[in-house]
């Protein structure tokens, strides 16, 4: 069946550095979302990209759509302490009612 | 005003027994999901209702029901707990045939199972 991979599973980094976080599917997508999920929290909607080559910003974090449309990439440009948390990707099967989502890459912050 | 509500918060209970989450959504959204967050984080679905129509069913034990007695609301029953059934449940709702198809997820219930 369709998965959807991400790597790192974890990555801890000094605050200021930057992060980046890859999502694979196994299957070409019709578009992919990200979410953020703070510690202890719920999932919260950041974006979605649809287009083959997409790039979106929202302030430091970019996200990238894959030309074959089956990978991503969230790149978050000088970390805060702020953006701690599990960012997921997640993309449709089948129809448009299921999301499957990735595994999810956790990130820490170092102050 | 909450989005999407979820009670209880927290939910302790003893191996075998049955208990319900309930999930209700403000938004006027059509589409109504269950999910289970494990332990490692990982986002299951579980269920999806469209229109009070059960649309999604993975492979879930048949302890788990789903009810929606409207498109706001969407209650998940397990009947015989047992510990592999501790986790974190999230509902969602979302509005389909809009361009964004973003999810809206509840704050999750916890359950625990003794």
């Known amino acids: 069946g369709q998965q959807v991979m991400q790597i790192p599973q974890y990555q801890h980094v000094q605050e200021g550095e930057d992060f980046t976080t890859y999502c694979n599917s196994s299957?070409?997508?019709?578009?992919i979302q990200w979410y953020k999920q703070r510690p202890g929290g719920h999932p919260v909607f950041l974006i979605q990209?649809?287009?083959?080559?997409e790039v979106k910003k929202q302030k430091r974090l970019t996200f990238q759509f894959g030309e074959a449309k089956k990978n991503s990439s969230l790149h978050i440009t000088a970390t805060q302490t702020t953006d701690v948390g599990t960012y997921f990707c997640?993309?449709?099967?089948?129809?448009?009612?299921?999301?499957?989502f990735g595994s999810g890459t956790r990130l820490l912050v170092r102050p | 005003d909450t989005a999407v509500s979820q009670t209880p918060k927290y939910l302790v209970t003893q191996m075998g027994n049955d208990k319900s989450i309930k999930c209700e959504q403000n938004?006027?959204?059509?589409?109504m999901y269950w999910y289970k967050q494990d332990s490692k984080k990982f986002l299951k679905i579980m269920f999806s209702?469209?229109?009070?129509?059960?649309?999604i069913n993975e492979t879930v034990p048949n302890r788990f029901s789903p009810k929606s007695p409207d498109k706001a609301h969407l209650n998940l029953h397990i009947n015989s707990l047992e510990l592999g059934d501790s986790a974190v449940y999230f509902c969602?709702?979302?509005?389909?045939?809009?361009?964004?198809?973003?999810?809206?997820f509840g704050p999750g219930t916890r359950l625990t199972v003794l």
């Open positions: 938004l006027g959204h059509d589409t």
């Open positions: 997640a993309g449709p099967r089948g129809g448009s009612y299921k999301l499957i």
């Open positions: 990209l649809v287009k083959s080559g």
């Open positions: 969602a709702s979302r509005h389909t045939g809009v361009a964004y198809n973003e999810q809206f």
């Open positions: 209702y469209n229109n009070k129509e059960l649309i």
């Open positions: 299957t070409t997508l019709s578009n």
